[in-house]
């Protein structure tokens, strides 16, 4: 029973526009929210973060936004750049260090 | 600053053969953790400590061990490989031990990853 769902295995974008990646979750006792990027052989790095009781995060170029009635969060991305191009994680934890990970989003941005 | 060092980095092992992959952190963390990647399945944890001398089951334990007699170190055990280990494995630390009650997301630091094929 997978508690964070990504359910988008893939997205592509044009350079320049924005990229929308999605994650769904169960446990309305989730604390927080963190996006990870990784890109291959290398591990997930830490993008960005939100607590359960704000509805938005925003760092340059990455927003995130919690919508808790709908159980769903969504990163944005803009402009989108060629080096954006990697998997992305969402993770939630529940008052501690255990995040628990979505599947993740495999982000393509074509120049 | 090194960060997280895993190794090895590929290891090949046959059904029934033991190994134990390494972790090292430098950032004197107190929360070190063990991660599996497999396609369409995410990260799932698989063990994790919150301190020297203290560690604890994940999702995924089994097939596993771990020990943490040193605040740096956080070794992995496979004590009888099995193909279903099969998987890039990832060690995460951070300098929390968040309970109850704390504020502020707890950022993990992953290291670069270990490639494990068991045949």
């Known amino acids: 029973d997978q508690q964070v769902k990504q359910n988008s295995p893939s997205l592509s974008v044009q350079e320049g526009r924005i990229s929308i990646l999605n994650c769904d979750y169960t446990n309305s006792m989730f604390d927080y929210f963190l996006w990870y990027k990784k890109y291959p052989a290398e591990g997930p790095t830490f993008l960005i973060s939100?607590?359960?009781?704000?509805d938005k995060n925003e760092d340059g170029r990455f927003t995130v936004f919690l919508n808790k009635s709908a159980k769903h969060l969504s990163l944005h991305i803009v402009p989108s750049q060629p080096g954006d191009s990697a998997v992305y994680f969402c993770?939630?934890?529940?008052?501690?260090?255990?995040?628990?990970f979505g599947a993740g989003t495999i982000l393509r941005v074509k120049s | 600053n090194a960060g997280v060092t895993q190794t090895p980095k590929f290891q090949v092992l046959k059904t029934g053969q033991s190994m134990t992959l390494q972790c090292a952190q430098d950032?004197?963390?107190?929360?070190m953790s063990w991660y599996r990647q497999d396609p369409g399945m995410g990260l799932r944890l698989i063990h994790y400590s919150v301190g020297a001398g203290i560690t604890d089951q994940g999702e995924v334990p089994n097939g596993y061990n771990v020990s943490r007699s040193t605040t740096e170190d956080f070794p992995l055990r496979l004590l009888s490989a099995a193909p279903s280990q099969t998987s890039v494995y990832f060690c995460a630390s951070s300098y929390s031990t968040r309970g109850t009650g704390s504020s502020g997301a707890n950022v993990l630091t992953f290291g670069a990853g270990s490639r494990l094929t068991v045949l």
């Open positions: 939100i607590s359960s009781i704000k």
């Open positions: 950032m004197n963390h107190e929360y």
């Open positions: 993770a939630a934890s529940l008052y501690g260090n255990k995040l628990v």
